[in-house]
């Protein structure tokens, strides 16, 4: 086995410990989407089966089964099917499944309701992902009833779990491998933000810089973004989840650019925000400094024991308290922390946790109180600043402008770890990288 199929099969030893006595998991791959007519999405694997298989193939089924004396883990694929593979691609089928992934059992899918319900049978308790793939709900339904319609001597489950929050906690605390990919994810992506930033020139549209980003995410051994990149220009960055991508970008204007690539998987989330013309005026300079520290100081406050909400709160103190030093914001800077003032500016909160999703899965809560940090979790750190086109309140020399500053950040048993390093950050270092860029050009 590979070191990923072994680390899949140390994963799913690790669920089966956490689940309750005489249980079954089930999880389903992924469909696939129809994108048009009878053409698909680009296929991806559903993530939490994908982190306790490495399978990659649509049509599969994984059932867990702690203590089961002929295996634990079994699972349903496509068979073998020359003619298929000549059109779509080459399948594992399930004897290949047990000796590269490692699963104790494996069987054709077309055989899984002849299968299934007696894996059930005689189990207390369902675990699966309620509500998320409704077709695989009626399916598992189906099987229970096939369970109870049988003999009387029949033991159908009582009690069905949701699987969602075991996955979830072992999710949030990342792996050596899960860490380096992402590491490798963020040096892709630290690249790219790079190469747009080097060709960024006023009278391009912001699709030549978006195709920069893509170029490099593909080049490097990803196929895929991580999420809908951003690429906006002007007042364009006022609006959070802006993805049209199709202004021209003007003198004078500042870019930013919220792109991540996937690696294997997972996810790179970074956002730089730049001079269209190589230079920040006054004001732009002015509001990116005070992002900059804000992110500065959040990234600070990573570290094992504080509480998730810390690196959010120091964001909050430094942009109010520069607000009211610039005079976008009147008053004390404690009563306009308090009565969230700065939300006028800065709406969203500073980060949130990262892996094989961009959003990736975990509480930030627990018992309603902010979930303390731990080694292995990684979360973005994202500070921005948002002044709007439309705001009257503010002098009009800074309306339209929109900043915001992200990397990825890793808490270690001593302190963070950033793993997004690469890409220009300081004001300095984005003018310097950009003249030089335009010198070679």
Request: proline fraction near 5%; hydrophobic fraction near 40%; aromatic fraction near 8%.
């Amino acid at each position: 086995m590979t070191s990923l199929y072994k680390e899949a099969a140390r994963r799913r030893k690790e669920l089966m410990q956490h689940m309750e006595p005489n249980s079954i998991a089930l999880l389903c791959a992924a469909p696939l989407v129809t994108r048009s007519n009878d053409t698909e999405y680009p296929y991806r694997q559903n993530s939490d089966f994908y982190y306790l298989t490495g399978f990659v193939e649509h049509d599969a089924v994984l059932a867990l089964i702690p203590g089961r004396k002929q295996g634990e883990a079994v699972l349903f694929c496509q068979e073998k099917d020359k003619t298929r593979e000549l059109w779509t691609g080459i399948l594992m089928g399930p004897e290949q499944a047990i000796k590269q992934l490692g699963v104790d059992d494996a069987f054709p899918i077309g055989d899984i309701d002849d299968i299934l319900p007696g894996l059930i049978e005689g189990r207390e308790r369902v675990y699966y992902s309620m509500g998320k793939e409704p077709r695989f709900d009626q399916r598992v339904m189906d099987w229970v009833r096939i369970v109870r319609g049988k003999a009387r001597h029949a033991h159908p489950p009582g009690e069905f779990l949701v699987l969602d929050h075991l996955l979830n906690e072992m999710r949030l605390i990342k792996s050596p491998m899960e860490i380096k990919l992402m590491e490798k994810a963020g040096a892709i992506s630290a690249e790219a933000h790079k190469r747009a930033m080097a060709v960024c020139r006023p009278g391009l549209y912001e699709y030549h810089l978006e195709a920069e980003l893509l170029h490099e995410f593909v080049r490097s051994g990803s196929r895929a973004p991580a999420y809908n990149n951003i690429v906006a220009a002007g007042e364009n960055a006022c609006i959070l989840h802006y993805v049209e991508n199709n202004a021209q970008i003007a003198d004078g204007e500042l870019i930013l650019i919220d792109a991540g690539c996937e690696f294997d998987y997972y996810a790179a989330d970074i956002t730089r925000t730049f001079p269209a013309n190589g230079k920040f005026s006054k004001e732009q300079k002015a509001l990116y400094e005070i992002c900059l520290q804000a992110q500065l100081e959040a990234i600070a406050a990573v570290k094992p024991g504080a509480p998730w909400d810390a690196p959010h709160n120091a964001t909050v103190r430094v942009i109010t308290a520069g607000l009211v030093k610039l005079g976008l914001l009147k008053g004390e800077v404690k009563a306009l922390i308090k009565s969230e003032a700065y939300k006028d500016f800065y709406m969203h909160r500073a980060g949130h946790w990262l892996g094989i999703d961009v959003h990736d899965v975990g509480d930030y809560k627990i018992d309603d109180k902010w979930r303390l940090m731990e080694p292995g979790m990684v979360t973005t750190i994202e500070p921005g600043i948002y002044v709007s086109p439309d705001n009257k309140k503010v002098a009009r020399k800074w309306r339209g402008i929109g900043i915001r500053i992200e990397d990825d950040v890793l808490v270690t048993r001593t302190g963070h770890r950033i793993l997004s390093q690469g890409a220009p950050k300081t004001v300095e270092e984005i003018e310097t990288f950009m003249a030089q860029a335009r010198s070679v050009a």
